[in-house]
């Protein structure tokens, strides 16, 4: 089994930033990509930004120039520096990850969600 735990979301008013830690745990043979995806209510769950192992970070046009992904590989923990939130940003975010497990098979798994609210 795999767990995904999320932490650092909250409310935040426009303008302000929040940092947003996915850590990995469990029968992880090795990590192909983590990202973070965000689903507002009534929305479809969107790409937010994703960074394959050894690559580059892939972001939402709608983040670029705002928002940071990092990881640590060797914690297996991803992290998202939001910065200049707007109160579009407001939603259920969500971390993933694209692993290979110790018994050899390739899975995606998912956070239970962290809330950020972006208001005044």
């Known amino acids: 089994q795999v767990q995904l735990v999320e932490s650092g979301g909250g409310l935040v008013q426009p303008g302000g930033s929040l940092r947003l830690s996915c850590g990995a745990s469990?029968?992880?043979?090795?990590?192909?990509?983590m990202g973070w995806y965000r689903q507002a209510p009534g929305k479809q769950r969107e790409l937010v930004a994703t960074?394959?192992?050894?690559?580059?970070?892939n972001y939402a046009d709608s983040v670029k120039g705002r928002f940071t992904i990092s990881r640590e590989n060797a914690k297996n923990t991803v992290y998202l520096q939001m910065n200049s939130l707007k109160p579009e940003d407001t939603a259920e975010y969500y971390c993933?990850?694209?692993?290979?497990?110790?018994?050899?098979?390739?899975?995606?798994?998912w956070g239970q969600g962290t809330q950020v609210t972006v208001s005044s």
């Open positions: 993933n990850a694209d692993l290979i497990t110790r018994t050899g098979y390739r899975r995606t798994y």
């Open positions: 469990g029968s992880i043979f090795s990590i192909n990509a």
């Open positions: 960074m394959p192992s050894g690559g580059s970070a």
